[in-house]
């Protein structure tokens, strides 16, 4: 099993950026997926949850209207579009497989996402 985030980034607030995920070893079409994220200091935090086939999506409130999860089965890839990125969205984002209302498989190494001016 392997995740491997990337597309992070220093931006400036109001900025946006779009993470990918890039996932093997398990039956991606088949899982739900998520995006997590950790500030310093804080716990990893779910951001967003995604259908296996990418028909239902679910935000923390936090993000909700900014961020935008999406996958291509095709590609064994979910991203993460962010936009009007805060500096209270500067983290460590992960992506990881959504099983029972959890994350399930090893963490990948995560993207750093930067909002400062």
């Known amino acids: 099993v392997q995740l491997v985030e990337s597309g992070g980034g220093l931006v400036q607030p109001g900025g946006s950026l779009r993470l990918s995920c890039a996932a093997s070893?398990?039956?991606?079409?088949?899982?739900?997926m998520s995006w997590y994220r950790q500030a310093p200091g804080k716990e990893r935090e779910l951001v967003a949850v995604?259908?296996?086939?990418?028909?239902?999506?679910n935000y923390a409130d936090s993000v909700k209207g900014r961020f935008t999860i999406s996958r291509v089965n095709a590609k064994n890839t979910m991203y993460l579009q962010m936009n009007s990125l805060k500096p209270e969205d500067t983290a460590v984002y992960y992506c990881?497989?959504?099983?029972?209302?959890?994350?399930?498989?090893?963490w990948g190494q995560g993207t750093q996402v930067t909002v400062s001016s």
């Open positions: 990881n497989q959504y099983l029972n209302g959890r994350s399930s498989l090893p």
């Open positions: 995604i259908s296996s086939a990418g028909g239902v999506t």
């Open positions: 070893g398990f039956t991606f079409r088949r899982s739900f």
